[in-house]
């Protein structure tokens, strides 16, 4: 047992966990000791003879909560804290439900329906209502009923409310009530509750059955909520319920990391608390100990910008620390590039192990170019909440119809997109061309290639013969196209596209967003070269499949604390905290993003956003964003973030950093080089006048690269390219190239500084085209 564990605290924080009795509010800034009180208050009151039984505490993850677990077995030794009641909202309501299901008719073990299974009955219902289930999308419907449910609105009163109702009708679904009743009904026919439900009806539940509140009123005498500026109305006045006879609440939250609101959680929480009760005590805490003077600085100034925070002023002892490094770099890619460059040089220079990394993002699909890069330089990843981009289910459908356009045999492809998007091919169809193909010892597409021959009749026929038409034509386009070119027929034809785009809900954009991201990288690969600086002669279909399918095959493992680089969006890293921080894709449209710029309140919790990625930071912050990258299928051009403008002159050093060279921040040190932002002529330009004659590829050994002096002759290290000097090449010298070994160059071409030569590799595939400025080619 830990006997200080009160002297490692501050004053304030102390005063905290010290109140016992009465209802407690901790309104802090990010890294001040919130959670660190939360853990210790629970310990102190244990200490104090309080009952580990009698303790509920509720986290944002199941992480947070295993954590806390820990952190008190620590300080308490023993083994009392497998006692307390700590999870998430959900996990812990579940455990209280599946001891009173019976109550509301429900079985004790109910089943838990996860989105995808809530979906699918919603679409079930659409169906037999005889809606259209593209109008009534069941996505749509699905985030309505789960709306309607954090605002503690059963179908009842969902179908009765007069501005719901008119809601319904300006969006012409006028039937939603009428599905949410019926999917209602039937999940509670199918014993199962949704992810809603956990907190829907242990509402109800603590309503409807007084002896039920009362038995968990006297249960949880003590109860505690970390992050409490994100809970929703349900949980508010779950807890309200739950605390209502010994209003021993203490609820710890700082309002400027607010960012929920979109989920119906609402900073009316933490400005209502001291209302709700009488004799509130309120603890600030103003001391951060998680992030270096600089870090903090640049918050403390960005959050300046909102109106209405609860005022705080935060300040650390920490020392300075480095400065923030804000880098611009061409495009998306050498984003990710440059973040897997500097990953590698940190661990070098500073010995920082993958586990100090995180990157962090607004959007998921963000993570692709970081995952391929950092795969490249065999630098061990993982992607938190969210699956790894390719194994989405939209990818993986998509890249089905390339892998069945390459090769007709690949079953498993097949049997994915046979029927999606839903061309009337059923299950029964499906089930006898698999026992066709096995009784006649043939592959299941040249049953359907001869499906009429096999007895396939009517629209089923038709049906497949249309199937076998189109993926045809996607093969008949391999030898004429490049890749892009067909993977984009392939979304057109197949409508798939266009289905993702009518899906206005925030998933179905987001599945929307993925596929265009799938293309992107389809379209990059075909125009840049690869890091061998091979030219287009080896751009193909089968290439592509190749290279995202080993990507795919990469483990990821799953212990969360293996020591990986961790890639996650920034709502994921809520609580968290990391040595080096990058926050990626600092653009206008993209951070903050382009469907939160139309009002205050959403601009506002987009800055939120940023506050919370910069404090996550304890020692390094990275800020990086492109001057173009790939979205919708096209380059666009961003802006940089209006947040980038926000932020401290003093505390920032500007750079530069793309094509695989070291180069000088552009702008002489001043700002003004920002507004414009993205005028990619001018760049080249500029770019080809600094490097006549010269290499722009530098050394890959580690030599460190030099301490940065000032914003205008900051270095970014770039490790992985082999000095090269092009001048001297011509043709008949023999050289050796990393992959495919000694060769003999026929031919030189190109401008001075982006020579090309053309070598013959007698082992390594023939005739190849170098590009000298990427390849690690060696004259020897
Ligand atoms: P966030 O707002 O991001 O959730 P927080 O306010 O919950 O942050 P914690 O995560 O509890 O902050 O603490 C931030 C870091 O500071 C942790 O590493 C914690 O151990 C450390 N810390 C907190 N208080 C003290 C203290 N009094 N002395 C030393 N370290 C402390
Ligand atoms: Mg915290």
């Given at each position: 047992?830990?006997?200080?564990?009160?002297?490692?605290?501050?004053?304030?924080?102390?005063?905290?966990?010290?109140?016992?009795?009465?209802?407690?509010?901790?309104?802090?800034?990010?890294?001040?000791?919130?959670?660190?009180?939360?853990?210790?208050?629970?310990?102190?009151?244990?200490?104090?003879?309080?009952?580990?039984?009698?303790?509920?505490?509720?986290?944002?993850?199941?992480?947070?909560?295993?954590?806390?677990?820990?952190?008190?077995?620590?300080?308490?030794?023993?083994?009392?804290?497998?006692?307390?009641?700590?999870?998430?909202?959900?996990?812990?309501?579940?455990?209280?439900?599946?001891?009173?299901?019976?109550?509301?008719?429900?079985?004790?073990?109910?089943?838990?329906?996860?989105?995808?299974?809530?979906?699918?009955?919603?679409?079930?219902?659409?169906?037999?209502?005889?809606?259209?289930?593209?109008?009534?999308?069941?996505?749509?419907?699905?985030?309505?009923?789960?709306?309607?449910?954090?605002?503690?609105?059963?179908?009842?009163?969902?179908?009765?409310?007069?501005?719901?109702?008119?809601?319904?009708?300006?969006?012409?679904?006028?039937?939603?009530?009428?599905?949410?009743?019926?999917?209602?009904?039937?999940?509670?026919?199918?014993?199962?509750?949704?992810?809603?439900?956990?907190?829907?009806?242990?509402?109800?539940?603590?309503?409807?059955?007084?002896?039920?509140?009362?038995?968990?009123?006297?249960?949880?005498?003590?109860?505690?909520?970390?992050?409490?500026?994100?809970?929703?109305?349900?949980?508010?006045?779950?807890?309200?319920?739950?605390?209502?006879?010994?209003?021993?609440?203490?609820?710890?939250?700082?309002?400027?990391?607010?960012?929920?609101?979109?989920?119906?959680?609402?900073?009316?929480?933490?400005?209502?608390?001291?209302?709700?009760?009488?004799?509130?005590?309120?603890?600030?805490?103003?001391?951060?100990?998680?992030?270096?003077?600089?870090?903090?600085?640049?918050?403390?100034?960005?959050?300046?910008?909102?109106?209405?925070?609860?005022?705080?002023?935060?300040?650390?002892?920490?020392?300075?620390?480095?400065?923030?490094?804000?880098?611009?770099?061409?495009?998306?890619?050498?984003?990710?590039?440059?973040?897997?460059?500097?990953?590698?040089?940190?661990?070098?220079?500073?010995?920082?192990?993958?586990?100090?990394?995180?990157?962090?993002?607004?959007?998921?699909?963000?993570?692709?170019?970081?995952?391929?890069?950092?795969?490249?330089?065999?630098?061990?990843?993982?992607?938190?909440?969210?699956?790894?981009?390719?194994?989405?289910?939209?990818?993986?459908?998509?890249?089905?119809?390339?892998?069945?356009?390459?090769n007709t045999r690949d079953e498993e492809a097949l049997k994915r997109i046979i029927n999606y998007p839903v061309r009337g091919i059923g299950k029964t169809t499906l089930e006898k061309t698999i026992v066709l193909a096995n009784e006649h010892n043939i592959t299941m597409w040249e049953v359907l290639e001869r499906a009429r021959e096999f007895?396939?009749?009517?629209?089923?026929?038709?049906?497949?013969?249309?199937?076998?038409?189109?993926?045809?034509?996607?093969?008949?386009?391999?030898?004429?196209?490049?890749?892009?070119?067909?993977?984009?027929?392939?979304?057109?034809?197949?409508?798939?596209?266009?289905?993702?785009?009518?899906?206005?809900?925030t998933e179905g954009l987001a599945r929307y967003e993925n596929v265009q991201e799938l293309l992107n990288s389809i379209k990059e690969f075909t125009e840049t070269p690869d890091e061998e600086g091979e030219l287009l002669d080896n751009k193909t279909m089968g290439t592509y499949l190749q290279q995202i399918t080993l990507l795919t095959d990469?483990?990821?493992?799953?212990?969360?604390?293996?020591?990986?680089?961790?890639?996650?969006?920034?709502?994921?890293?809520?609580?968290?905290?990391?040595?080096?921080?990058?926050?990626?894709?600092?653009?206008?449209?993209?951070?903050?993003?382009?469907?939160?710029?139309?009002?205050?309140?959403?601009?506002?919790?987009?800055?939120?956003?940023?506050?919370?990625?910069?404090?996550?930071?304890?020692?390094?912050?990275?800020?990086?964003?492109?001057?173009?990258?790939?979205?919708?299928?096209?380059?666009?051009?961003?802006?940089?973030?209006?947040?980038?403008?926000?932020?401290?002159?003093?505390?920032?050093?500007?750079?530069?950093?793309?094509?695989?060279?070291?180069?000088?921040?552009?702008?002489?040190?001043?700002?003004?080089?920002?507004?414009?932002?993205?005028?990619?002529?001018?760049?080249?330009?500029?770019?080809?006048?600094?490097?006549?004659?010269?290499?722009?590829?530098?050394?890959?050994?580690?030599?460190?690269?030099?301490?940065?002096?000032?914003?205008?002759?900051?270095?970014?290290?770039?490790?992985?390219?082999?000095?090269?000097?092009?001048?001297?090449?011509?043709?008949?010298?023999?050289?050796?190239?990393?992959?495919?070994?000694?060769?003999?160059?026929?031919?030189?071409?190109?401008?001075?500084?982006?020579?090309?030569?053309?070598?013959?590799?007698?082992?390594?595939?023939?005739?190849?085209?170098?590009?000298?400025?990427?390849?690690?080619?060696?004259?020897?």
């Amino acid at each position: 047992m830990k006997e200080n564990y009160l002297d490692e605290l501050n004053e304030r924080q102390r005063e905290a966990v010290t109140h016992i009795n009465g209802p407690l509010m901790i309104v802090a800034g990010a890294g001040s000791g919130k959670t660190k009180v939360l853990t210790t208050r629970i310990a102190h009151l244990m200490r104090n003879g309080v009952d580990a039984f009698n303790i509920l505490s509720l986290t944002f993850t199941n992480k947070a909560a295993r954590e806390m677990k820990e952190r008190v077995e620590k300080i308490l030794g023993g083994s009392e804290a497998r006692n307390l009641y700590i999870g998430t909202f959900h996990s812990v309501f579940a455990r209280l439900l599946r001891a009173e299901a019976h109550r509301l008719g429900y079985p004790n073990d109910f089943t838990i329906y996860d989105a995808d299974d809530a979906k699918s009955v919603v679409k079930t219902i659409v169906n037999e209502l005889n809606l259209d289930d593209k109008h009534y999308k069941p996505n749509f419907v699905y985030n309505r009923i789960s709306a309607a449910k954090n605002s503690l609105m059963g179908p009842e009163e969902y179908q009765l409310d007069h501005l719901v109702q008119q809601e319904d009708m300006r969006a012409n679904r006028p039937l939603i009530g009428k599905i949410y009743d019926m999917y209602a009904k039937r999940c509670f026919k199918n014993g199962a509750m949704d992810f809603d439900d956990l907190l829907f009806k242990m509402y109800v539940l603590l309503k409807s059955f007084p002896e039920v509140l009362h038995k968990y009123q006297h249960k949880f005498k003590y109860i505690m909520i970390d992050e409490y500026q994100d809970t929703n109305p349900a949980q508010y006045e779950i807890i309200k319920l739950l605390g209502a006879v010994n209003e021993n609440i203490c609820v710890v939250g700082d309002d400027a990391q607010s960012i929920y609101s979109f989920r119906g959680a609402t900073i009316q929480n933490i400005l209502q608390f001291e209302k709700d009760y009488d004799d509130v005590k309120v603890v600030k805490l103003e001391q951060n100990y998680r992030s270096t003077k600089s870090i903090l600085s640049v918050a403390n100034e960005v959050i300046a910008h909102n109106k209405g925070q609860i005022e705080k002023n935060l300040w650390t002892d920490n020392t300075e620390g480095d400065t923030i490094k804000l880098v611009r770099t061409m495009t998306d890619n050498e984003e990710g590039k440059f973040v897997a460059d500097t990953i590698a040089e940190q661990k070098l220079r500073n010995h920082y192990e993958n586990r100090d990394f995180v990157i962090l993002y607004r959007t998921n699909a963000q993570s692709r170019a970081f995952e391929e890069c950092l795969r490249r330089k065999a630098i061990p990843y993982r992607i938190f909440g969210g699956l790894s981009f390719y194994q989405r289910k939209e990818i993986k459908d998509f890249v089905a119809y390339l892998r069945v356009t390459m090769n007709t045999r690949d079953e498993e492809a097949l049997k994915r997109i046979i029927n999606y998007p839903v061309r009337g091919i059923g299950k029964t169809t499906l089930e006898k061309t698999i026992v066709l193909a096995n009784e006649h010892n043939i592959t299941m597409w040249e049953v359907l290639e001869r499906a009429r021959e096999f007895g396939f009749k009517g629209g089923t026929v038709e049906a497949i013969e249309a199937f076998v038409v189109m993926i045809k034509s996607f093969q008949a386009m391999l030898t004429t196209h490049n890749a892009y070119d067909v993977a984009v027929v392939v979304g057109k034809s197949t409508n798939i596209v266009k289905e993702l785009f009518n899906d206005k809900t925030t998933e179905g954009l987001a599945r929307y967003e993925n596929v265009q991201e799938l293309l992107n990288s389809i379209k990059e690969f075909t125009e840049t070269p690869d890091e061998e600086g091979e030219l287009l002669d080896n751009k193909t279909m089968g290439t592509y499949l190749q290279q995202i399918t080993l990507l795919t095959d990469a483990d990821q493992g799953n212990d969360e604390d293996s020591n990986v680089v961790k890639l996650m969006t920034i709502h994921a890293a809520k609580g968290l905290e990391f040595p080096v921080v990058f926050t990626v894709g600092l653009e206008e449209t993209l951070f903050p993003s382009g469907m939160s710029i139309n009002t205050r309140e959403e601009l506002e919790e987009e800055r939120r956003l940023f506050y919370v990625a910069i404090t996550r930071a304890k020692a390094r912050l990275w800020l990086t964003h492109a001057n173009s990258r790939y979205r919708f299928g096209n380059l666009v051009q961003n802006e940089p973030s209006r947040f980038l403008e926000e932020m401290p002159e003093k505390f920032i050093d500007r750079s530069y950093a793309g094509g695989g060279s070291v180069r000088n921040a552009f702008g002489s040190g001043s700002t003004s080089g920002w507004g414009g932002g993205g005028n990619m002529g001018n760049m080249f330009d500029r770019m080809q006048k600094k490097t006549p004659g010269q290499p722009v590829s530098q050394p890959s050994s580690p030599k460190p690269a030099p301490r940065p002096t000032s914003a205008a002759t900051t270095h970014v290290p770039t490790p992985g390219f082999a000095p090269d000097d092009p001048a001297e090449m011509e043709p008949g010298m023999q050289v050796e190239h990393q992959k495919f070994g000694f060769g003999t160059i026929t031919a030189m071409e190109g401008a001075p500084n982006n020579r090309i030569a053309t070598v013959v590799f007698p082992k390594g595939g023939g005739e190849k085209k170098i590009m000298l400025n990427y390849a690690k080619l060696r004259i020897v």
